[in-house]
């Protein structure tokens, strides 16, 4: 079982930056997709950022180049560095790692974001 623990959640002003983490109590390696949603207040979750096993990224059209989506296998760590940051991108932020093999993935708790002046 792995524990998927988020952080770097917080309020910012428009135009301003944050960078969640997501740390795994174990070995990220063997995951073959990680990824970040977020869910706004009554709306459905959200595909945010991908990135796979051999580095490669999704991202929705939303936060195209404005988000960046990263792993650290060594630190067992995913991030998702938020630029440029807009109140409709204010939602829960949720991590997500998939094994396809398996089918299993892990979900983290949540970190709130809340993008207001």
């Known amino acids: 079982q792995v524990q998927l623990v988020e952080s770097g959640g917080g309020l910012v002003q428009p135009g301003g930056s944050l960078r969640l983490s997501c740390a795994s109590s174990?070995?990220?390696?063997?995951?073959?997709?990680m990824g970040w949603y977020r869910q706004a207040a009554g709306k459905q979750r959200e595909l945010v950022a991908t990135?796979?096993?051999?580095?490669?990224?999704n991202y929705a059209d939303s936060v195209k180049g404005r988000f960046t989506i990263s792993r650290d296998n060594a630190k067992r760590t995913l991030y998702l560095q938020m630029n440029s940051l807009k109140p409709e991108d204010t939602a829960v932020y949720y991590c997500n790692f998939k094994r396809f093999l398996s089918r299993t993935e892990y979900w983290g708790q949540g970190t709130q974001v809340t993008v207001s002046s």
């Open positions: 990135i796979t096993n051999g580095g490669s990224t």
């Open positions: 174990g070995s990220i390696i063997s995951f073959d997709v």
